[in-house]
C-alpha cells in the first residue's frame, strides 16, 4: 500500500492567518482525498483532489476557505485560509492507490487556532 | 456524519469478550471498509468488503453486510486491551470514488 507524508504534525496558530499542510504519496495515485475531524468527532470529507483540475469540494466547504493544490500525482497541499477557533481540528489526507485494500491515511496534521 | 451513523456511541467490554458495533448508511454503495482510530493517531484499514459480498473475515475480525438494510457489523472476538480503540466504517457514494465516513463507536476493553 502507499506511504504518506503529512506535514505538519501539529501547529499553533493565530486566528486571522493562514496554514498550508503538504500530503506526499510515494506512489503516483489519481484522487486524493482531504478530511476534517473536530474534536471527538468522525471524520468529515472536504473535498477530493485530482491532477490537473480543480478540486471537487463537499456541501459546507469552499474554495476560498480551503484552496487546495494538486500539482502532480504525488503531491497536495490545503491550505486553511483566515483561521478561527472553530477550525481547530485534526486534517487528513488520504489515497485509495488500488481500489481494493481500502484508503491509506497520513499521519493526520493536529491544528489548534487561538 | 455525511453518510451513516454507527451504534453504540461507546462501547466498554472485559477482555476476552466479543464486541460488536453497527453502521447504518444512507445511499447505495459499492464498498464499505472499516477503520480503527487509536487516540491521537491516524487511521487504520481493517476490513473491505464489497456490496456483493455478504461476510467477510480477518482474523478476529468478521464483518457483515446486508444491502437490503443497509447496515453492516463489525465483530472482534476475544477482544484485548489492544483493541481500545475507536471504529468506524466507511461508505462510498455508488458512482464516486470517495468515501464517507460514520460516526464511530469508542471501544473500551478493560484488562
Known amino acids: 500500500s502507499a506511504v504518506i507524508s503529512q506535514k505538519p504534525s501539529r501547529d499553533i496558530c493565530q486566528r486571522g492567518t493562514s496554514l498550508t499542510i503538504q500530503c506526499q504519496v510515494d506512489s503516483q495515485v489519481t484522487m486524493m482525498f482531504w478530511y476534517r475531524q473536530q474534536p471527538g468527532q468522525s471524520l468529515t470529507l472536504i473535498a477530493t483532489a485530482n491532477q490537473g483540475s480543480e478540486a471537487t469540494y463537499e456541501s459546507g466547504f469552499v474554495i476560498d476557505k480551503f484552496p487546495i493544490s494538486r500539482p502532480n500525482l504525488t503531491f497536495s497541499t490545503l491550505t486553511v485560509s483566515n483561521m478561527s477557533p472553530e477550525d481547530s481540528s485534526i486534517y487528513l489526507c488520504?489515497?485509495?492507490?488500488?481500489?481494493?485494500?481500502?484508503?491509506?491515511f497520513g499521519s493526520g496534521t493536529r491544528l489548534t487556532v487561538v | 456524519s455525511q453518510q451513516g451513523e454507527e451504534d453504540p456511541q461507546a462501547l466498554s467490554i472485559q477482555e476476552g469478550e466479543n464486541a460488536t458495533m453497527n453502521c447504518s448508511y444512507k445511499t447505495s454503495i459499492n464498498n464499505l471498509q472499516w477503520y480503527r482510530q487509536n487516540s491521537g493517531r491516524g487511521l487504520v484499514h481493517l476490513i473491505l468488503?464489497?456490496?456483493?459480498?455478504r461476510e467477510k473475515h480477518s482474523g478476529r475480525l468478521r464483518v457483515t453486510l446486508d444491502t437490503s438494510k443497509k447496515s453492516s457489523s463489525l465483530l472482534i472476538t476475544a477482544s484485548r486491551a489492544a483493541d481500545t480503540a475507536s471504529y468506524f466504517c466507511?461508505?462510498?457514494?455508488?458512482?464516486?470514488?470517495?468515501?464517507?465516513f460514520g460516526s464511530g463507536t469508542k471501544l473500551n476493553v478493560k484488562p
Open positions: 488520504s489515497v485509495d492507490p488500488a481500489g481494493v485494500y481500502g484508503y491509506t
Open positions: 466507511a461508505t462510498d457514494a455508488s458512482n464516486f470514488n470517495k468515501f464517507y
Open positions: 468488503i464489497r456490496s456483493n459480498e
